[in-house]
């Protein structure tokens, strides 16, 4: 049973560390995706990308944030410096978009890296 | 003024009752449409697409009226384990727009 992973699960770090952020995406998909959800603004998206080249990091803050994928397994969210404000719960999905395999535009969610910064 | 707005709710409702949720969207131009869910402290997985012509998944019908832009989720004869957050998602090109979610509560 495929399945996207997320690492750390669980992060707490105080203002001002970097905090790195792991995806390993459904083996074949090609679209990775970045979200944080809160519960004041909901699921956001961050950024995504197609074939490991980034598409749209619109919703992403620029000054502290980056999204990367250095290959097709590997997906990362770095935030430098982390703020109180960073807290927030980050799901990575991926999909298959674009070709006759895929469908409905479905996105596999990983389990999440809840982040709380002090 | 958010792109997909739901009524958070919450929803509760006994076992065996029928609910409804509701979701409007701006963009005239969204593609596609669905429904994900939500259990509390886990991933949102899909629970259905949602086509024009509205379509039904055992207890669970979905229906899309593109001129009023607007989306709807039925549960028949609800379930303990249907309580979750039901999350309305539009497809913008390549993108999935979340709504805020409805939460439902089915109580015996």
């Known amino acids: 049973d495929a399945r996207v992973t997320q690492t750390p699960r669980h992060k707490v770090t105080e203002m001002g560390q970097e905090v790195t952020m792991r995806c390993q995406p459904i083996?074949?998909?090609?679209?990775v995706f970045w979200y944080r959800q809160t519960m004041m603004q909901g699921l956001e998206l961050l950024a995504y990308?197609?074939?490991?080249?980034?598409?749209?990091d619109s919703g992403m803050p620029k000054d502290r944030f980056s999204a990367e994928m250095p290959d097709a397994t590997l997906a990362t969210l770095k935030i430098q410096p982390s703020e109180p404000r960073d807290s927030a719960v980050y799901f990575c999905?991926?999909?298959?978009?674009?070709?006759?395999?895929?469908?409905?535009?479905?996105?596999?969610f990983g389990p999440g890296t809840r982040l709380t910064v002090t | 003024r958010k792109e997909v707005e739901q009524d958070p709710g919450p929803f509760n409702v006994p076992e065996g009752a029928t609910v409804a949720f509701n979701c409007t969207y701006s963009?005239?131009?969204?593609?596609?449409f669905f429904w994900y869910r939500q259990d509390c402290r886990k991933e949102p997985k899909l629970l259905m697409s949602?086509?024009?012509s509205g379509n039904e998944d055992g207890r669970f019908t979905a229906q899309l009226n593109r001129a009023s832009q607007y989306i709807s989720l039925l549960i028949r004869d609800s379930k303990l384990s249907d309580s979750a957050t039901y999350l309305c998602v539009v497809r913008n090109t390549g993108k999935l727009i979340f709504g805020q979610g409805t939460t439902l509560q089915v109580k015996p």
């Open positions: 999905a991926s999909g298959l978009v674009g070709t006759r395999r895929a469908r409905n535009y479905e996105q596999y």
């Open positions: 083996l074949g998909h090609n679209t």
């Open positions: 949602v086509y024009s």
């Open positions: 990308f197609r074939n490991r080249a980034p598409l749209d």
């Open positions: 963009n005239s131009a969204s593609q596609s």
